[in-house]
């Protein structure tokens, strides 16, 4: 037998095999739904979608998933499969409705497909305001809301709506942000208008100095809005995400364009309900102190002598008074777990006002 014999055979071999690794691969995902599905009876026949889904338990899922992955494929790529399997078996009977800052090419909508998996219902809402409004109606099981960027700070409207809504976060979304500049006309010179989301815009405002420094800067609501407005004008541009171009047939000028290589987003997952710890949790808190001298020294300080970590603090002015801050901290821990309950008991009194926002999984790549 030939080399070229032998190497094919080889080659019909592996192939086999691999069918063979498919089929139990299909079986094997077949038999969790259907485990997935007894979960959902055990429930009660009317029990919907948001009454079984955990996001602590997922959390725990994915985590083992990243603890035995061994290669050749990246704990990126595992955990994105894994989400998607269990995304699928959620939604046998009904889909998990979830609200965005829509319409759809944003990166919110990016993040809970991220998230949720593409087997969940997306219901595109005009504003963040809408998105809080359209969860505590009850019209969507959760909303999707961005809070923070790691290179233009917080995102204002998303922590107004925590002074005033009841709804609590029960999950976090790191995302990855690359921009690109898309548009109908491949000569840059030719730009005079630029839309995109007022942040987007600032973090691509070196560039754009440097590329199109002449160019009008023209926020809108909403990428994608961005997306819609310049594919009607061939002297116009967006900037966006690359799945923008595809829904609304756009070029890809130029990208990725954000001035940092690290830029990231950060969004929360708005719920009803609270959930149970899932073993690596952070806490976020809606704070206002009393005026006196060291007030802010005395929130922090029950919190630093238990060795808690603060992520994050930012003040933000009330509404209710001249002067008068809120502070929205983030610390680790899940406030129904020692260190953190002991800490909130002791703090709660040095406060004018003490709020969980919410106890969640920390975000998972």
């Known amino acids: ?24 691969i299909q079986e094997l995902i077949s038999e969790r739904a259907r485990y997935a599905r007894m979960v959902g009876k055990a429930k009660g026949e009317l029990a919907r979608a948001v009454d079984y889904y955990r996001p602590e338990r997922e959390a ?46 944003t990166f919110s909508e990016m993040a809970l ?10 219901l595109p809402l005009g504003s963040i305001e809408e998105v809080f409004q359209e969860v505590e109606a009850g019209h969507a099981d959760f909303g999707i809301v961005p809070v923070e960027n790691s290179a233009e700070g917080s995102v204002q409207s998303t922590l107004d709506m925590f002074m005033i809504s009841p709804l609590r976060i029960c999950g976090e979304v790191e995302l990855r942000i690359h921009q690109y500049l ?15 989301h007022p942040q987007s815009l600032a973090q ?21 809005e961005a997306a819609r407005r310049a594919r009607n004008a061939e002297d116009a541009a967006a900037i966006a995400g690359e799945t923008a171009a595809r829904i609304y047939g756009l070029r890809v000028l130029a990208g990725p364009i954000e001035d940092r290589p690290d830029n990231t987003t950060r969004f929360l997952v708005l719920g009803r309900e609270p959930f149970p ?18 007030a802010l020294y005395h929130l922090l300080e029950p919190l630093a002598r238990r060795g808690i970590s603060m992520t994050r603090i930012e003040s933000r002015p009330t509404r209710s008074g001249k002067w008068d801050y809120a502070f929205f901290i983030d610390v680790e821990g899940h406030v129904e777990e020692e260190p953190l309950k002991g800490a909130l008991a002791e703090l709660g009194p040095a406060a004018s006002m003490l709020k969980v926002l919410g106890s969640y999984p920390k975000a998972i790549l």
């Open 113 to 122: 497909r991220k998230h949720f998996g593409h087997s969940a219902r997306a």
């Open 60 to 105: 725990q899922v994915l985590r083992g998933v990243i603890d035995r992955n061994r290669g050749p494929l990246s704990d990126e790529e595992m955990v994105r499969l894994f989400r998607e399997i269990m995304s699928a078996c959620l939604a046998q009977q009904e889909p998990l409705a979830v609200g965005y800052l829509g319409p759809e090419g």
């Open 277 to 294: 710890p899932s073993g690596h949790d952070k806490s976020s808190l809606l704070l206002t102190v009393k005026d006196q001298p060291g």
């Open 1 to 24: 037998m030939s080399e070229t014999d032998r190497g094919a055979e080889s080659l019909l071999e592996i192939r086999a095999r691999i069918d063979e690794i498919d089929r139990r």
């Open 204 to 224: 691509c405002r070196h560039w754009l100095r440097q590329h199109l420094p002449k160019a009008e800067r023209i926020a809108v609501a909403s990428n994608a």
């Open 182 to 196: 898309l548009g109908r006309n491949s000569d840059l010179a030719a730009i005079e208008r630029v839309y995109s």
